[in-house]
């Protein structure tokens, strides 16, 4: 009793284990972030700081700001949304089936993880411009235009961020237990009910990992979308071209206070998954 | 655990058991049923007839076909040729989902995502708008499902916070809560421990007394197959071998593979000769009465072999080892360098040294010749 009040103030022991290695790994693991992130993201804010919170709010409240920062997280979302529902129905032909040329597109699915940005965003904007074959398709077809508009942002956005979500749902859906679909059907569902009742639910928490992944990636991609996004001030210009153009005013204080409100949202976002799926994790003792 | 007393009966629904139905009824009729797979058969021209409300065990070695066959039954696995009747009706196009019947798997199978009462009132969930009770009335059979399986009020927990017993049993009830004409469990107990499979084991067969479900099961386990089963259906490399009562099988096993497959008995090659069963040139006594002449199969269990007063025997053997189980003692016994050891229990009182010379006599009753 007298022992364990005493030494409250110190870290909770733990009984030691038979693989140590908590220590070590507790330290190398935050010695790592410390100075992979924490670090450079402290030194954003500091910077950002002699703004004040008032000058902070009038950078992020200045109209072109607040248009960029709505086009980029508006997009980001919409795109990861798209890529949540198709990187699933990708990740599910390509575990559940096996077809010629498999393999191919397996190796398909990574290629906008591999591409140097700018080089997709140059072969995106054109195919997607007027006169390329999908661009000039769609704008006879449709009247729409999709390159140089924030069609053609969130058709970058939609691009870069597939991998994440059918890298992450891939395992999970590997591993799923055909046994459970078939109790499923054996209890009299139909294959509509299993797939909405029970592989969709055992799904959710991966496509919720790939969406924040994908989410995370479109809020601070820059490369691709430049080179389709046309960056019309108010229409179609991004976040992220906005800090890149202050930086080249020499503005730095301005370009860490967009950064900062980048940041904060972003932060604030990913915290909000993570905390659904704790909230999973609780409820199904499974992510 | 669970306990095999049959009072607070909160079986609601109770079929009609094997001995109200007319004899002669089958409640799954199975004819010529093939399955192969890749080009091997995994099941071969099968023929099964389950009575209504009998306790059928699918015995075999891995392998065997025995989980194939089972799943075939529930319309899991497309049949290559064969018929599959339940109760009269051809049940061979019926898909899975309309064959009513109630399917246990051996890793549960339950849905983690689901609480326990929403898995277990799943497959009346899932029934047609018109087809599906009252809500209120899905949560009181769920109730009753799990004070039958004597799980009551963890209805709000979810699979993962269970024990594999516990999971095992939930997984139970969600079978039965749609109301299955058969019960079909896949090894369901294969993935428990020792103590847990031996109580549930017990509360099975109390369930089936209660609710009189028509109920199939899978084992490797013979043991389990003939203290649980009624009857028991012994399968080899896609074959049917024997089905027959627990006592048919361990008393009159059909064939060379059934006699060395249950009751743990060891094999030896012999040849009958001049009304004698010899092997290695060793006599073990005479043989049956009608035992064609020429090379055959001696299976020995430990009560086929005695140890006799000296000179009293048909034959000897050395004593290699000796151990203790709770209300005997058992030998391994040498006859000769190039044989298997045989095994016999001797009283507690009867001291046998290693190594001692001991004289035997041996039934020979379990011998099958050998063709070819």
Redesign the interface.
């Known amino acids: 009793m007298t022992a364990a009040t005493l030494s409250g103030w110190s870290l909770p022991r733990r009984r030691p284990s038979a693989l140590p290695g908590f220590g070590p790994t507790l330290g190398f693991a935050l010695a790592y972030l410390s100075l992979i992130v924490l670090i450079p993201l402290s030194v954003l804010v500091w910077r950002a700081s002699g703004l004040g919170i008032g000058g902070l709010v009038a950078v992020a409240s200045s109209p072109r700001v607040r248009a960029a920062l709505e086009t980029s997280f508006y997009l980001s979302l919409v795109a990861a949304a798209l890529n949540a529902v198709a990187g699933l129905v990708v990740a599910w032909v390509l575990t559940r089936y096996r077809f010629p040329g498999r393999a191919v597109l397996d190796a398909m699915v990574d290629l906008p993880f591999a591409l140097p940005t700018a080089v997709a965003g140059i072969a995106l904007a054109a195919i997607y411009a007027t006169n390329g074959w999908v661009g000039s398709l769609v704008n006879d077809l449709f009247g729409i235009r999709i390159a140089f508009t924030p069609s053609g942002i969130f058709v970058a956005l939609v691009f870069i961020g597939l991998p994440f979500v059918v890298r992450t749902v891939q395992p999970v859906l590997a591993d799923l237990?055909r046994?459970?679909e078939?109790?499923?059907?054996?209890?009299?569902?139909?294959r509509l009910?299993t797939v909405v009742?029970?592989i969709l639910?055992?799904m959710?928490p991966a496509v919720l990992t790939g969406f924040a992944l994908a989410f995370a990636r479109a809020v601070g991609e820059y490369g691709s979308v430049i080179f389709i996004a046309g960056n019309m001030p108010f229409v179609s210009e991004i976040a992220p071209l906005l800090i890149i153009v202050q930086l080249e005013e020499f503005n730095y204080v301005g370009a860490t206070a967009i950064a900062v409100v980048m940041l904060a949202i972003s932060f604030t976002s990913l915290l909000a998954i993570n905390l659904v799926q704790a909230w999973c994790l609780r409820?199904?003792?499974?992510v | 655990m669970p306990s095999p007393s049959s009072n607070g009966d909160t079986a609601t629904r109770s079929p009609a058991r094997a001995d109200t139905e007319t004899a002669g009824a089958t409640a799954i009729a199975v004819r010529g049923l093939a399955k192969d797979f890749a080009g091997t058969r995994a099941l071969d021209g099968i023929d099964l007839d389950i009575r209504p409300g009998e306790l059928l065990a699918l015995l075999g070695p891995s392998g065997s076909g025995k989980t194939t066959l089972l799943r075939a039954i529930a319309g899991l696995e497309p049949l290559s040729a064969g018929t599959v009747h339940f109760g009269g009706e051809d049940a061979t196009a019926l898909r899975v989902q309309d064959r009513k019947v109630g399917f246990v798997f051996q890793h549960y199978a339950l849905f983690r995502h689901m609480s326990v009462a929403d898995n277990i009132a799943y497959g009346l969930a899932v029934r047609p708008r018109a087809l599906r009770p009252p809500r209120a009335e899905i949560r009181r059979r769920v109730e009753d499902l799990l004070e039958l399986v004597q799980l009551p009020g963890i209805g709000q927990r979810f699979p993962g916070q269970l024990s594999g017993g516990q999971r095992q049993r939930v997984a139970l009830a969600r079978a039965l809560a749609v109301e299955p004409r058969v019960l079909l469990l896949d090894e369901p107990f294969g993935a428990l421990d020792a103590q847990v499979r031996k109580d549930l084991r017990r509360w099975l067969r109390d369930i089936h007394h209660r609710t009189g479900h028509t109920t199939v099961f899978v084992t490797h386990d013979q043991e389990e197959a003939v203290e649980l089963a009624d009857r028991v259906a012994i399968l080899n490399r896609g074959r049917l071998e024997q089905v027959g009562s627990p006592d048919d099988v361990l008393d009159r096993p059909a064939n060379a593979f059934v006699a060395g497959f249950v009751g743990q008995a060891v094999r030896l090659d012999v040849t009958v000769a001049d009304g004698v069963v010899r092997a290695g040139g060793i006599g073990l006594g005479p043989a049956p009465a009608g035992a064609t002449s020429g090379p055959a199969a001696l299976f020995l269990r430990s009560g086929d072999v005695s140890v006799v007063a000296a000179g009293a025997g048909t034959t000897t053997g050395t004593v290699t080892a000796n151990t203790r189980s709770a209300a005997s003692r058992r030998l391994e016994i040498r006859l000769a360098d190039d044989l298997p050891q045989i095994e016999a229990e001797v009283p507690l009182d009867r001291a046998v040294a290693r190594s001692e010379t001991v004289a035997l006599t041996i039934r020979t009753g379990r011998l099958f010749p050998l063709v070819g």
């Not at chain 1, 078939?182 to 139909?190: D, K, N, V």
């Not at chain 1, 409820?283 to 499974?286: K, L, N, Q, S, W």
């Open positions: 237990d046994e459970v078939e109790a499923s059907a054996t209890l009299g569902a139909s009910q009742r029970v639910p055992a959710l409820r199904y003792g499974h």
